[in-house]
């Protein structure tokens, strides 16, 4: 049956070739260079829709528009009573791509997928180091090379991983994109030519769009896989046409040179809308912006004084002013999107009256702050400088005099880690795997101090919620726990949320079957171009 | 009237040390005005002067103060515009007007800092380079071709991420580029100037190297120097503008005229004058200067004086 | 002329090993990290960040460093650009042509337009002609490139949509990269329409870069020529009653080369920042962008390895113009 289609679909491609005028050609106007295309290798978004979304495939996958896990390589999956073994049950007939620089003579097995692993794991794989300079950021970020106990081949089609501990979210981390399958038959081909580089150049995977070219800092090529085990896309050809300024892709776009494009200016959307041509998908981002205090030094080791800051400042005029309306002010470190969302918990209110109030009752007098801007934009904070221009006028309302600062980025991020930080600071998140840990842990834990938790807060009541909430594998359970941990925080105001932004995609009116990803993807496959 | 005082000031100290300034100072006014574009573009230059020195008084609001209820305005000519925001307002509801005239501030600073650093210390470099000639020389001069060998914009650039974003930093990046011009030019004029007769003479009436350097020979070099000085400067504003464009120069809120260009670039679809009005400001500034400098090259430059 | 070659390359010599150590040692001075800049938000452990550094060399004496470095340049190893892992030399020469191609045409434009309004301003001196053309000029001068790009770009491809936005070509043409210069290629290619594309895309980024040495190109070829034409042998060779056009093409403007070939050779230097700015604004894949990215990446290797690079080329074209110069004007080689 499944060949039959994949037949079929091969056919109608080569119909479909033979009359240049009828292929589809879809442009996507990408917002920068894709670092490489092993996406094990890189953190950028760029690469991930370069490489992982259209090349490759992994064992399970996020189903579209959401964050929940669907079967994607891996047909079915069994979790061990003890939550420790992990058994998947491969697809079976999936093939890999034929292309101008490889043909593959066998169809994907467990061989691959320990490969693809054991190559990000095995500091003595020949492929761990197989570019100068190779690290396995996300791998090693989600914790991987201390959760893994083993990886098996059970049998051709079947493997199993074993953890060295209970970890709710590894389902979610195996469907990212870091955990894509390669061909282990291609990689033994290139590093018998000596060619293992290429790896990094020509990728070759299972998903449905196979590499064509890729001309630096300028355009990639792709073709529909014709035997793509989800089926044969609907366009033939998918290109990506690096853009890196968002006005210029606006323009891009307008003319018709490319269907889609990411990040729009916030100032352009009216227009956009108002362009009959154009139609615009809006999705809640899977994110948040925060101002983070040090929570250890006085006076904002106080509540009080915490608590009487974030009624000072006003959201919805940053949301204003720095997303044009586009983002909602946030009140929880999660985003609404995010499962365990509590609806519940109240905003602390813009009210400069009473923040004044509040700071002269808990003693605080003639306070100057520091604040600290980031000098990058991200999709959670546009342009943290001219909502930290908004904070500081907010401010001085109450009589805070605050003072903006800001470093270099690497150096802000370092700097911003230290314990002894004076002031507060302009951050934010985007979420990895959707899980609610990779938020309230990783952002607030204990273990965070120093590192990623920049409000260096340390409440046990919360960790506690979060630690009992990262072992427990009833979901019903976890959400339960992380909704206290949200009120638990609300209570003691570490940070000042501030957004959640919207990802708004503009694209053409004839562009049919794109699903936005929470996770800030952009992945092609199902759409479609009307005319 | 007050226009013939203002550049006798600015050119005695330099231009003339012999008794005859008044003559030699009625020359080059008499080859300056000839020139009527010199003429315009120092008016407007004078313009400038004074705008950015009264802008506390002419400017009808504060460079930073952020109107919440007028956000992104038209120009007052336009629909929707208001007469209280002549040039209308910036995302964050800054009036553009108050910002571009303490933009002016900016940008002559700018000039002023680089240029006088580039001078001081090209014409320092280049009189012991010229002078002393040998391995001080050739060690200079080697130092001054690497400096050449990268493309100045790129050097600055690379310059300020060292130093860190910054307009001091940007400053002092531009001026480092601009060096090399003034040693050169220093350097050459001072090896033609040193074995002319009254070089000689002074030389032998026992002057030391001090004094033959900077009293004797200098002041006879300045005219080249005068006129790469104007170059200089409005190449600074311009080097300047472009660094706070790439997000390297001044740094937001600081109302510069290319940094606000740069933080207002996302709006050039959507609201036209938060991103023509201040390269407008850098074009028309930069014209002007770069006016008066061609008529103080025709006035000063013999060679073409007359031809 | 050997002799005056070879004194030449002596010079070069210390001077690149300056540039060498200049771009070097800045590098060494970026403050912020590129090993943490890796993980971005996401945090990276102590021992993970000293194996990378030990990976990439960081950990090493300054001094080795550089020497490392330079026998690696010496040998055609430029270094490995830490975001993308792949050679700083191979980037370089996939990005290259693109700038080449964009500053050739540029340059092209520059000498085909300011060198006509040049001769014809110095003819006419005086008249409303001359005055219109300098003062456009000096416009042109003071123009800052990068206002003048988004200018352009809101007119011609925003307003009127004459032209496209960014790019070297419609992306519905593919075919494959021989030379590198998508004008010719695009004619190798034989596809219909490629050419045509390829030119409309390259419009807009030459006036840009070309905007500046137009304006010092016409007006380095009014003052020449207004010079030669003051010049007793074409006064009196106008006085032998020859037509203007004969006395200017034939003896004047040739003499008024000289200084002309010498403005155009310095305009290099000035191309390749002003591609910084060109490159930026039209997402024009050269190397002025790359070099751009690159800073704001804090990738080190690409930044030193692009400075050495294009600091070389300069000094290259600088020794050209030399040369050039030397053979047209004995008169400067001893």
Same mark, same amino acid.
């Given at each position: 049956m499944k060949f039959k289609t994949s037949f079929a679909a091969a056919l109608l491609a080569a119909t479909m070739m033979s009359g240049a005028a009828s292929a589809k050609t879809f442009v996507y106007c990408s917002e920068a260079s894709p670092e490489g295309f092993d996406p094990g290798l890189y953190t950028g978004g760029n690469t991930f829709d370069a490489a992982a979304h259209t090349v490759y495939n992994r064992l399970l996958e996020f189903k579209k528009g959401t964050t929940e896990t669907e079967p994607g390589l891996a047909e079915s999956y069994e979790v061990s009573d003890d939550g420790l073994q992990y058994t998947f049950k491969l697809r079976p007939g999936v093939k890999f791509q034929t292309t101008e620089f490889f043909t593959p003579t066998r169809e994907l097995n467990a061989d691959d997928v320990i490969f693809s692993y054991e190559r990000m794991w095995k500091a003595d794989n020949p492929w761990n180091k197989y570019v100068e300079g190779a690290s396995w950021e996300y791998f090693a970020g989600m914790g991987f090379p201390d959760l893994l106990a083993s990886i098996e081949k059970v049998d051709d089609m079947t493997v199993k991983f074993t953890l060295k501990r209970k970890e709710a979210p590894f389902l979610a981390n195996v469907a990212m994109p870091f955990a894509s399958i390669l061909s282990k038959e291609y990689a033994d081909k290139l590093q018998a030519d000596g060619k293992m580089n290429q790896m990094n150049q020509m990728p070759l995977g299972t998903g449905p769009f196979a590499f064509v070219a890729y001309q630096q800092d300028a355009v990639i090529r792709y073709k529909a896989n014709p035997d793509y085990w989800g089926g044969k896309?609907?366009?033939d050809d998918l290109v990506f046409a690096i853009t890196t300024d968002a006005s210029v892709r606006y323009q891009k776009l307008k003319a018709g040179e490319c269907h889609l494009m990411p990040y729009p200016n916030a100032a352009d959307v009216e227009a956009m809308k108002a362009d009959p041509n154009l139609k615009i998908a809006e999705q809640e981002g899977l994110n948040v912006a925060y101002l983070a205090f040090n929570t250890t030094q006085p006076p904002f080791d106080k509540v009080e004084v915490r608590k009487a800051l974030s009624m000072a400042i006003n959201k919805q005029a940053i949301v204003d002013g720095v997303f044009q309306g586009f983002a909602t002010p946030a009140k929880n470190p999660i985003p609404p999107t995010m499962w365990s969302y509590n609806d519940a918990v109240e905003d602390d209110k813009y009210d400069p009256e009473a923040a004044k109030a509040a700071l002269e009752a808990a003693g605080v007098k003639d306070l100057s702050m520091k604040i600290w801007a980031m000098p990058v934009a991200r999709p959670y904070m546009l342009n943290a400088r001219r909502a930290a221009e908004l904070m500081q006028s907010d401010l001085d309302k109450i009589g805070v005099k605050a003072e903006i600062v800001s470093y270099e980025w690497a150096e802000y991020l370092d700097k911003s880690r230290?314990? *002894?930080? *004076?002031g507060a600071v302009i951050l934010g998140w985007t979420g *990895?795997?959707? *899980?609610p840990d990779n938020f309230l842990d990783t952002l607030l834990g204990c273990d965070a101090v120093g590192g990623n938790n920049r409000a260096m807060w340390c409440d046990k009541e919360f960790d506690d919620l979060v630690t009992k909430a990262k072992e427990a594998s009833d979901q019903a359970e976890r959400t339960k726990l992380y909704e206290e941990a949200q009120v638990v925080f609300k209570k003691q105001a570490p940070w000042v949320t501030i957004d959640h932004s919207l990802s708004i995609v503009p694209m053409r009116k004839n562009v049919e079957g794109f699903v936005q990803s929470p996770l800030g993807d952009f992945a092609f496959d199902g759409v479609d171009i009307v005319e | 009237m007050a226009g013939t005082s203002a550049p006798s000031t600015e050119f005695t100290g330099s231009v003339s040390v012999d008794p005859s300034r008044r003559a030699r100072f009625a020359e080059f006014w008499y080859y300056f005005s000839e020139n009527r574009g010199a003429v315009i573009g120092f008016w407007f230059f004078v313009f400038l002067v004074l705008v950015a020195i009264f802008a506390p008084l002419i400017a009808p609001h504060a460079p930073n103060a952020q109107y919440r209820d007028a956000v992104l305005v038209p120009p007052f000519w336009q629909e929707g515009g208001r007469v209280s925001y002549l040039l209308g307002t910036d995302p964050v509801g800054r009036d553009i007007l108050s910002r571009l005239i303490y933009g002016t501030r900016y940008s002559l600073f700018i000039g002023v800092i680089v240029t006088t650093i580039a001078l001081v210390g090209g014409i320092f470099i280049g009189v012991i380079a010229g002078y002393f000639r040998g391995w001080v020389d050739i060690v200079i001069m080697r130092l001054m071709d690497i400096i050449l060998a990268f493309p100045s914009l790129l050097l600055a650039l690379v310059l300020v991420a060292v130093l860190g974003p910054g307009l001091t930093n940007a400053m002092i990046a531009i001026a480092l580029v601009f060096q090399p011009h003034f040693v050169r030019l220093t350097r050459a004029a001072v090896m033609s100037e040193k074995s002319r007769d009254y070089v000689v003479g002074a030389k032998v009436a026992g002057a030391g190297h001090l004094r033959l350097m900077f009293r004797t020979i200098l002041p006879n070099c300045m005219a080249p120097l005068i006129v790469q000085a104007t170059l200089s400067f409005s190449n600074a504003i311009l080097d300047a503008a472009a660094l706070g464009f790439l997000g390297m120069g001044a740094q937001p809120p600081t109302p510069e005229w290319g940094t606000m260009l740069a933080e207002a670039r996302e709006f050039i679809l959507r609201a036209w004058w938060v991103v023509t009005l201040p390269g407008l400001a850098i074009l028309i500034t930069v014209l002007a200067i770069n006016l008066m400098g061609d008529g103080l090259r025709d006035a000063l430059d013999p060679k073409l004086k007359r031809s | 002329m050997f002799r005056f070659l070879l004194g030449r390359i002596a010079v070069l010599i210390p001077t690149f090993i300056g540039v060498s150590i200049i771009a070097f040692s800045f590098i060494r001075m970026l403050p912020g990290d590129p090993v943490a800049l890796l993980s971005g938000e996401r945090v990276m452990s102590a021992e993970r960040h000293a194996e990378i550094s030990h990976q990439l060399g960081f950990d090493r004496p300054i001094v080795i460093q550089y020497l490392d470095y330079l026998w690696g340049v010496l040998r055609g190893d430029f270094g490995t650009s830490i975001s993308t892992k792949s050679p700083v030399l191979d980037q370089f020469f996939q990005l290259f042509p693109a700038t080449l191609e964009l500053s050739l045409c540029a340059i092209i434009f520059a000498v085909v337009i300011g060198i006509p309004a040049g001769v014809f301003a110095a003819i006419k001196r005086g008249s409303f002609f001359d005055q219109l053309t300098m003062g456009t000029a000096l416009i042109g001068f003071s123009m800052p490139i990068f206002w003048w790009g988004l200018l352009l770009i809101i007119l011609? &491809?925003?307003?009127?949509?004459?032209?496209?936005? &960014?790019?070297?070509? &419609?992306?519905?043409y593919f075919f494959p990269n021989v030379t590198g210069f998508m004008l010719i290629d695009s004619l190798i290619s034989g596809e219909p329409g490629a050419f045509k594309s390829a030119v409309s895309h390259l419009i807009l980024p030459t006036i840009v870069l070309g905007t500046i040495p137009l304006a010092v190109i016409a007006r380095q070829t009014r003052s020449a020529m207004l010079e030669v034409l003051s010049e007793d042998y074409v006064r009196t060779a106008r006085a032998k009653g020859l037509s203007t056009l004969r006395v200017v093409g034939v003896h004047a403007l040739r003499n008024a080369m000289i200084p002309v070939i010498t403005t155009i050779g310095l305009q290099v230097g000035v191309m390749l920042a002003g591609a910084i700015l060109t490159e930026t604004i039209f997402s024009w894949p050269g190397i002025g962008k790359w070099m751009v990215d690159s800073v704001f990446r804090r990738d080190y290797p690409v930044i030193q390895g692009g400075l050495l690079i294009i600091a070389g080329l300069i000094m290259l074209v600088n020794l050209i113009v030399d040369l050039l110069y030397g053979l047209v004007n004995p008169r400067i080689r001893h």
């Open positions: 896309q609907k366009i230290a314990k *002894d930080r *004076d *990895d795997n959707g *899980d | - | 011609f &491809s925003g307003v009127l949509q004459w032209t496209p936005v &960014s790019g070297r070509i &419609s992306l519905m």
